[in-house]
């Protein structure tokens, strides 16, 4: 078992323990400090686990979501409030979210806004939201065709990461949990030396396993020392400008996808621009080794409209970019739109032709 623990500066306390049987031993344990406790799930992982939560958490009310990013919209939020209403919660009481990103992010913020805020549990099922996403209080809805537009940062109580809901995810969803993965790779030189080293088990469970903590690790110092992102966690934004934007205009691939595809073009934009060519061009490798297949890629003027859109922008036009430099560096980069719609097309020519 591993725990960490993140305490913010306004005093807000997160305790992350990653270990095995979580519905059978730490949650229930854990709930028995509540007088009432409502699970939030979506209808994918809900069918899967639905039984096993029951028998872990006994009575207690359940609003299942539509799954997926479509539904992560200010109806679903609402919706998911009304029923916790109607389920009579009080501020003492508590919010268990046992999904993805998805749920963790609207139950957060649901949890967040209910009687200007109640406990929330985040059980996430899927490995991107085991290694991010769960990791940090960021909690959000999209709104108006913009990303994550609407949200609240707020620790949650609790986060329990186990290595055995793994087992149930398709490749689709690995590959997704690998792009977060990867990014703090580029971040962290022990994370990346830890994947280059194992670059032909990047989808083997154990391995997984393995490096979960690590990554939970680096993420919970990261919003240790800046839960608001006013400085260094603007960090974990690398690839994520590019990422945005494709999955806003395309959505046709994993969150996580799409994060790869926008590591490898912003290290190449770093490359071009003063960037250790040698490190970028490894870790270009290791994205296209996890993404595997590269898609064709939305129009680049399309993605530029859609990333000046961006809520990371400085609002003068620019387009703002996290970027690796060299190994375990990074920096934020502003390109002009027209300059980055060139480096689109550019770029994205070179990647349809460098796949392993």
Request: glycine share 10%.
């Amino acid at each position: 078992m591993r725990t960490f623990t993140i305490t913010t500066a306004d005093a807000e306390t997160s305790r992350i323990v990653c270990r095995k049987d979580i519905l059978e031993q730490a949650l229930p344990e854990t709930l028995k400090a509540y007088r009432q406790v409502f699970l939030f799930s979506d209808e994918t992982v809900w069918k899967i686990y639905g039984t096993r939560v029951r028998r872990a958490v006994g009575k207690a009310g359940v609003y299942c979501m539509l799954a997926g990013e479509a539904h992560k919209t200010p109806e679903t939020l609402f919706s998911l409030l009304s029923a916790m209403a109607e389920a009579g919660l009080h501020r003492s009481d508590c919010l268990v979210c046992i999904g993805g990103g998805v749920v963790g992010d609207v139950g957060g913020l649901a949890a967040a806004l209910y009687m200007r805020g109640i406990d929330c549990i985040q059980v996430p099922t899927t490995l991107l939201a085991q290694v991010d996403s769960s990791v940090g209080g960021k909690t959000a809805v999209d709104f108006c065709g913009i990303k994550n537009l609407v949200g609240v940062f707020r620790q949650p109580t609790y986060v329990y990461v186990d290595p055995a809901f793994l087992a149930t995810l398709p490749a689709r969803e690995i590959r997704c949990g690998l792009g977060e993965i990867i990014k703090h790779g580029a971040l962290s030189p022990e994370i990346f030396d830890t994947l280059e080293q194992n670059r032909d088990k990047l989808t083997d469970l154990a391995f997984l396993a393995d490096i979960v903590p690590a990554n939970v690790a680096f993420k919970a110092n990261v919003v240790r020392e800046d839960a608001r992102e006013g400085n260094l966690r603007k960090c974990l934004n690398l690839g994520h400008t590019t990422a945005h934007a494709f999955e806003l205009l395309d959505g046709k691939l994993s969150h996580g996808e799409y994060v790869l595809i926008g590591t490898c073009i912003e290290a190449e934009i770093s490359a071009s621009r003063g960037g250790d060519a040698a490190y970028l061009a490894r870790l270009g490798r290791l994205c296209l080794t996890a993404l595997g297949t590269m898609p064709a890629l939305p129009d680049p003027a399309e993605a530029a409209r859609v990333a000046c859109l961006d809520k990371k922008n400085t609002g003068r036009g620019r387009i703002v970019l996290t970027v690796p430099v060299a190994k375990g560096e990074y920096r934020l980069l502003e390109l002009g739109a027209e300059e980055y719609e060139r480096e689109l097309g550019r770029i994205g020519r070179k990647l349809c032709s460098d796949l392993p």
